[in-house]
């Protein structure tokens, strides 16, 4: 019996992260939309490390550089993705309560990205490499 309980946690992780996100931008006391670029943020951040696994062989060295530059590349994202509320915020486009629920939301979408690759990136039968 296959079991949904980690899908199903991952979908409500990332609809509380976009709910953050939404009530950052659409709430009467902020109503500016500019934070919802962050979405260009959400969606680039597994792909270096997605081409990284189809391309890197799965040899048992110490370090592969395609997975290096993969994580490295990530990491710029996500950096980027937290960065970029704050300097709207500085710059007086946003009002930092804004920032702070965007910034939350930012913790719980790449905290969901990051479970998606923990429970699902196993080469076993059930992994998302079928998708």
Known sequence: MVTHTPLISLSFGGAIGLMFL?????????DKYWPLFLLFFYILSPIPYCISRRVAD??????NACKELAIFLTTGIVISAFGLPIVFARAEVIAWGACALVLTGNVVIFATILGFF????????FSWQQW
Do not use: Q
Request: include cysteine.
């Open 118 to 125: 923990l429970v699902f990136g196993s080469n076993d039968d």
């Open 58 to 63: 799965d040899t048992d060295s110490a370090s």
């Open 22 to 30: 939404m009530l950052g931008c659409a709430l009467p006391v902020y």
